[in-house]
């Protein structure tokens, strides 16, 4: 599934048009894009949370030359499925 079959699928389910369904999408994905960006987490009960793993910087290689090259300290998003989810897809 894709954000357009998303969208078409809050569409049909709720009952709003594509456009309304459209701008909700979106608008979740930018109120959760931004609570992560504060540093906050979006606990989702029974579906699961995002959140924000730090990781260190470190040292790889590039994989063409071997060269040993330094990899930038970074943050990255996380999702952990809820229970809910989990006995969904089980």
Do not use: C, H
């Not at 569409?11 to 369904?21: E, I, P, Q, R």
């Not at 960006?37 to 990781?55: C, I, M, N, P, Y």
């Amino acid at each position: 599934m894709n954000k357009n079959d998303l969208i078409s699928e809050v569409s049909t389910a709720s009952g709003l048009s594509k456009s309304d369904a459209s701008n909700a999408v979106e608008n979740v994905f930018e109120a959760i894009t931004k609570a992560l960006s504060g540093g906050d987490e979006v606990r989702l009960v029974g579906f699961g949370t995002f959140s924000v793993a730090k990781r260190k910087a470190s040292t790889g290689r590039n994989p063409r030359t071997g060269e040993p090259m330094k990899i930038k300290a970074s943050n990255q998003p996380k999702f952990k499925a809820g229970k809910g989810l989990k006995d969904a897809v089980n």
